[in-house]
Nanobody
Framework: QVQLVESGGGSVQAGGSVRLSCAAS??????MAWFRQAPGKEREGVAA????????YYADSVRGRFTISQDKDKKTLYLQMNSLKPEDTAMYYC????????????????????WGQGTQVTVSS
């Protein structure tokens, strides 16, 4: 079972940037992804990436502001978050999955996943 460890969260003002990292014990899954969960809300997919082809997929709410990337040699997944808004405040989780259908968030959200412990991002106005 893969072990996922997120880091890089913190507090930032609106308009600022944060870069999250997720170190994986191994990097053999088809897709890696970032999810987030705000208080009182369901966990939602933010971005996903194909580990073999590096195709990236984004939620509409973050497209153009967030960038998912990976360094397979380092077995590390990243999420660069720019132009942050207060509504981006959430616990951010790294996930690994082998979804049927590909790495579009639609399939990743419905697949069985392994999770990291999460890292908090707080955006103040």
């Amino acid at each position: 079972q893969v072990q996922l460890v997120e880091s890089g969260g913190g507090s930032v003002q609106a308009g600022g940037s944060v870069r999250l990292s997720c170190a994986a014990s191994f990097y053999d899954y088809t897709c890696m992804a970032w999810f987030r969960q705000a208080p009182g809300k369901e966990r939602e997919g933010v971005a996903a990436i194909s580990t073999s082809l590096s195709g990236a997929y984004y939620a509409d709410s973050v497209r153009g502001r967030f960038t998912i990337s990976q360094d397979k040699d380092k077995k590390t997944l990243y999420l660069q978050m720019n132009s942050l808004k207060p509504e981006d405040t959430a616990m951010y989780y790294c996930a690994a999955a082998d979804p049927f259908g590909g790495c579009d968030l639609y399939y990743v959200e419905r697949a069985n996943k392994f999770w990291g412990q999460g890292t908090q991002v707080t955006v103040s106005s």
